[in-house]
Nanobody
Framework: QLQASGGGLVQAGGSLRLSCAAS????????MTWFRQAPGKEREFVAG???????SYADSLKGRFTMSRDLAKNTVGLQMNSLKPEDTAVYYC????????????????WGQGTQVTVSS
């Protein structure tokens, strides 16, 4: 029901835009969130947008990543700028009712993930 796309290989300093398309239900009452997981590391919170449109970001990513939402298309996006090699990870979108929380276990729906690789 969640399909993430837009990942790829980019050089450090470059940009990528990820997209997550929801199907099967309307996610307007849901919080949509991006997580990422690097090899050997735990899945970590990246950014989220609540049902009301309020965005939140991991402190370390503020200013570089921007999350957006298109309710008409039932999609969310993640614009990633000034990418660094440490941003390399599989990026997942997830959904839960109403509020954004940073714990992956609190999410009910997950996309399949899209690989982002940033070369130095």
């Amino acid at each position: 029901q969640l399909q993430a796309s837009g990942g790829g290989l980019v050089q450090a300093g470059g940009s990528l835009r990820l997209s997550c398309a929801a199907s099967g239900r309307t996610f307007s009452s849901y919080a949509m969130t991006w997580f990422r997981q690097a090899p050997g590391k735990e899945r970590e919170f990246v950014a989220g947008i609540s049902w009301s449109g309020r965005t939140s970001y991991a402190d370390s990513l503020k200013g570089r990543f921007t999350m957006s939402r298109d309710l008409a298309k039932n999609t969310v996006g993640l614009q990633m700028n000034s990418l660094k090699p440490e941003d390399t990870a599989v990026y997942y979108c997830a959904a839960r009712m109403t509020a954004v929380v940073s714990a992956p276990r609190e999410y009910d729906y997950w996309g399949q993930g899209t690989q982002v690789t940033v070369s130095s």
